[in-house]
């Protein structure tokens, strides 16, 4: 299987901040990538699919970049409802995987 | 629009078949291109992917769960169904199904159910 890595686990950062996250694969997953935000008792939210492609209606304060073996996700001008925790997931395979998530905390 | 919606027992015994339903709205699950996910998050802790089936039916599974698990359709009802057999308590996790189209990720999430496996 693909093994997603995230980093770091754990940020914190303040309003205004800009914050990037990394995903790392353990293979070439070209740019089937998506990135997912999560907040506590909800479901995940779709943010970006291929990489870096923004789903309709989310802020364009967020951004995703890389392709391959390494990808970033960035949040621009954080706001308050960005303190979230955010997932990677590759879709290359047939096997998804979802890295292990980053909180970002106040 | 699409929505999804799971649902099935909120506690199961060890060792027992825990059957869990989705029923999708709003959507085909026989268009071209479409997928129809598991996924699973144990109190906590991160999202695992669990099984999909796609607009032929053709089915995947998580390589470290793949014998335990079996996903199947029925058109007729709109509904993708999930078994589990014997469970165990490190099985206790909400359960989410999801959708994904074409070269999107998984744009439409149910809301999940609980379910805790308990003698």
């Known amino acids: 299987d693909i093994q997603m890595t995230q980093s770091p686990s754990t940020l914190a950062a303040s309003v205004g901040d800009t914050v990037t996250i990394t995903c790392r694969a353990s293979?070439?997953?070209?740019?089937?990538l998506a990135w997912y935000q999560q907040k506590p008792g909800k479901a995940p939210k779709l943010l970006i699919s291929?990489?870096?492609d923004l789903e309709t209606g989310v802020p364009s304060r967020f951004s995703g970049t890389g392709s391959g073996t390494e990808f970033t996700l960035t949040i621009s001008s954080l706001q308050v409802d960005d303190f979230a925790t955010y997932y990677c997931?590759?879709?290359?395979?047939?096997?998804?995987?979802f890295g292990q998530g980053t909180k970002l905390e106040i | 629009q699409a929505t999804l919606r799971e649902s099935g027992p909120a506690l199961v015994k060890p060792r027992q078949t825990l059957t869990l339903t989705c029923t999708v709205s709003g959507f085909s699950l026989s268009e071209s291109g479409m997928f129809v996910t598991w996924i699973r998050q144990p109190p906590g802790k991160a999202l695992e992917w669990l099984a999909l089936i796609d607009w032929d039916g053709d089915t995947y599974y998580s390589t470290s769960l793949k014998n335990r698990l079996t996903i199947s359709r029925d058109t007729s009802k709109d509904q993708v169904v999930l078994t589990m057999t014997n469970v165990d308590p490190v099985d206790t996790a909400t359960y989410y199904c999801a959708r994904r189209f074409s070269r999107w990720g998984m744009d439409v999430w149910g809301q999940g159910t609980t379910v805790a496996v308990s003698s």
């Open positions: 293979q070439n997953i070209l740019d089937w």
């Open positions: 997931q590759q879709y290359s395979s047939y096997q998804y995987t």
């Open positions: 291929k990489a870096s």
